[in-house]
């Protein structure tokens, strides 16, 4: 049983009810909210662990509400869409969401990927930085620099650099990736990750189309390579 408490925003009063109920028996405590509006009030007012979010509702949809909480908060979101198609996965990742269910989905898998997003431990910092001509990361401060320009990366996509960079040089296994990102409930959805790797790579790479630090390993994984120049500085 948990005690976190997660805020469920959905303009749909059945949905939340359904939410409400599930959610509640495996011991969360569930704050409502029905718009977007009424989501970023009680992000400011109330202690959260989690945000569950529905990407359809009026007015302000849900890439615009989870844009908005990311200027204020790096609480885990969990999207909610009907659609399963790439673009709207990455929309969902590219606004900040951690994670995103398509509609209809079991309540097993949700709860399922609530262990995982509330599994993540917050301000868990690795002083490890990297420093080349193109980019300076500092995983301890958690700032991303790249051609002169801070950067920002969802809480996702920080620990996805974060654990390739931690074994630069070396092919670090799709499981393993997944595994270190959404936690140990994971291991065989390969299309999030690679989503989440292009995303990235959008971010940090002078050529995403042809990635130069992040390499895909087929069949494999991913590996984080560096120029020879480059200095790698790991905990003592």
């Not at 945000?51 to 885990?76: A, K, Q, T, W, Y």
């Not at 390739?164 to 299309?191: C, F, I, M």
């Amino acid at each position: 049983m948990s005690s976190a408490t997660i805020l469920v925003v959905d303009d749909d009063s059945q949905i939340r009810r359904v939410m409400r109920n599930a959610l509640s028996s495996h011991g969360y405590t569930i704050i409502e909210a029905r718009n977007g509006e009424e989501a970023l009030k009680k992000v400011r007012a109330e202690r959260l662990d989690l945000i569950i979010l529905d990407l359809n509702m009026p007015d302000m949809d849900g890439i615009e509400v989870c844009r908005e909480i990311r200027v204020v908060s790096n609480l885990p979101i969990i999207m909610l869409t009907v659609r399963s198609a790439e673009k709207d996965k990455v929309r969902a990742l590219d606004a900040g969401a951690d994670d995103y269910v398509v509609k209809p989905f079991g309540i097993d898998e949700l709860l399922a990927r609530i262990r995982a997003a509330l599994r993540r431990a917050p301000g868990e910092a690795l002083e490890t930085s990297v420093v080349t001509k193109e980019m300076h990361l500092d995983f301890d401060n958690r700032t991303i620099v790249v051609q002169g320009k801070s950067v920002h990366l969802t809480p996702k996509e920080f620990e996805l650099l974060r654990e390739l960079v931690t074994n630069v040089g070396k092919p670090v296994s799709h499981r393993r990736l997944l595994q270190a990102v959404w936690g140990p409930d994971y291991g065989e959805e390969t299309e999030s990750l690679r989503v989440m790797v292009n995303q990235l790579r959008k971010k940090i790479e002078p050529d995403p189309a042809n990635p130069r630090f992040i390499r895909t390993e087929p069949w494999i994984g991913y590996r984080f390579v560096l120029p020879q120049e480059s200095v790698v500085k790991h905990p003592r």
